[in-house]
């Protein structure tokens, strides 16, 4: 199935494709927990996130991933890592404000006191490969 959303101003457009039933994660970062958010992810799926600007960057914590934001309405949209499949992401499908999806329950998943190398080895195990097309006008 496809999954089809964007951001609160439509600067970026978000298609998840899964063919598994999608399970949402919410965790306790103040990042997170400040924002909503509910993630998903699939290491066999594909996300595709086009943008009309380019998106800001943000890292904190261990550094090892991006976070996507909308640098015109402030919108979170996803978290992105290198991988040696290439890019992999999960994606905050209310920050895109996908409807089948946003408001549907998600479990919560501490990720307190996991180590750098912990952290990296789960997102590789379960983040879906991205294509990340930004357009600089």
Not at 5 to 12: D, E, I, K, N, T
Not at 33 to 54: F, I
Not at 71 to 78: I, K, L, T
Not at 100 to 126: P, Y
């Amino acid at each position: 199935m496809i999954y089809r959303g964007s951001c609160h101003c439509g600067a970026v457009r978000a298609a998840y494709e899964s063919d598994v039933a999608v399970v949402l994660r919410q965790d306790g970062c103040g990042f997170c927990s400040a924002r909503g958010v509910k993630s998903a992810s699939d290491p066999n799926g594909r996300l595709t996130l086009e943008s009309t600007l380019s998106l800001t960057r943000y890292r904190f914590g261990h550094k090892t991933a991006e976070f996507l934001i909308c640098p015109r309405c402030g919108a979170y949209v996803a978290a992105q890592m290198d991988s040696p499949r290439g890019p992999v992401a999960v994606l905050n499908v209310v920050g895109v404000s996908i409807p089948e999806l946003k408001d549907e329950e998600a479990t919560f998943a501490s990720l307190d006191g996991e180590a750098e190398d912990e952290r990296i080895e789960r997102r590789l195990s379960r983040w879906t490969p991205l294509v990340l097309l930004e357009t600089v006008a």
